[in-house]
Structures are given as structure tokens and as C-alpha cells.
């Protein structure tokens, strides 16, 4: 049964009983940082360095919770090993940003937030997104109509609003 569940929500599982766990808190950057979850890892790189026990990589990805991982290879091995999951497509996507393919990663992102409406980091991607390019500025509208509770403390949610309102002069 426990294969139904895909592996980030069987580490968060882990993590809730066994919170100062290294391996686990390690196992959970990683995954989030793959998926393009960058700020959702902040409390488990949090955890590394409170413990004393942290890489320098982990002490560089817990300086900076913007820059893309480019992980391709993981991302298609886990998209392969549960294909409803839609975390492989965000990390999809944030690649697609990085590397100014805006509209490749709209699609992506759109799909994300259909399939995972819960999911902040997609709905600020996705306003991300949608504020690089002219032609969607009218989906910046229905896009902040659509946002979920607790989108105000999104560093990148805010990134897009500032991105659509110079937009929209």
C-alpha cells in the first residue's frame, strides 16, 4: 500500500515522527530541492544547520532559495515511478524557467495547479511565469483571483505581482 503514496509524502511521514532526524531532513532538501521546491526545503535545511551537521552544499542551498538544481535525469526517473504525481512536472517547469522557455513552463505549471491545487510553489511559479511574457497579462488577473490561503507568504508570489504590475504600468 505504502507504494501508492508517492515518496515526498512517505519522508514528510518520517519526518513528523522522527523530526531531527539527519537522513531524513537530508532525503526531504533533496527531493523538494529536485521538484523545484525550493522554499518549501527552508525549514528542513533549518533543521541541518540547527543540528550542527550540515554540508556546505546544504549551507548553499539554505543562502538561497531561488536558483534551479538542474536534475533532469531524477526528474524523468521519478515522473517514470509514479506518473500522477505532479512534483516531476514542477521540477519541469522550474527547468523550462530557467531556461526562458516561459511558455513550455505555463503548460507545465497550469497542469501542476489543476492536478495540485494545493500546492504554492506551482501557483507561484505559474504567476512567475505568466508575468515574463506581454501576452498573458490578462492571465495575471485570474491567476491572482485563484491564488490559495496562505499565498501572501510566498517570496515569489509577491515576485510576480511586482513583475505584473510594472507590466500593466
Known amino acids: 500500500r505504502d507504494r ?14 522522527r523530526p531531527d532526524d539527519l537522513d531524513v531532513n537530508r532525503r526531504l532538501v533533496f527531493l523538494l530541492t529536485v521538484a523545484g521546491r525550493r522554499w518549501e526545503s527552508k525549514p528542513f535545511l533549518q533543521t541541518l ?32 515511478a509514479a506518473p500522477g504525481d505532479p512534483l516531476p512536472k514542477l521540477g519541469l ?13 505555463v503548460q ?21 511565469a505568466l508575468a515574463q511574457s ?11 483571483q485563484s491564488l490559495p490561503r496562505g499565498a501572501d507568504e510566498h517570496p515569489v508570489v509577491w515576485v510576480a505581482r511586482a513583475l505584473g504590475a510594472e507590466l500593466t504600468g
Do not use: K
Not at 517547469?93 to 513552463?105: D, T
Not at 505549471?109 to 504567476?127: F, I, M, N, T
Open 134 to 144: 506581454p501576452q498573458t497579462v490578462a492571465s495575471l488577473y485570474e491567476w491572482e
Open 49 to 80: 544547520v540547527r543540528l550542527q551537521d550540515q554540508t556546505v552544499e546544504e549551507l548553499i542551498l539554505a543562502s538561497d532559495l531561488w536558483p534551479v538544481y538542474e536534475m533532469p535525469r531524477e526528474l524523468e526517473r521519478f515522473e517514470a
Open 93 to 105: 517547469a522550474r527547468l523550462a524557467l530557467h531556461r526562458n522557455e516561459f511558455a513550455h513552463a
Open 108 to 128: 507545465l505549471l497550469r497542469q501542476v495547479v489543476r492536478d495540485a491545487p494545493q500546492l504554492l510553489e506551482a501557483h507561484a511559479w505559474l504567476g512567475f
Open 4 to 17: 501508492e503514496i508517492p515518496l515526498h509524502q512517505l519522508d514528510r511521514r518520517a519526518h513528523a515522527l
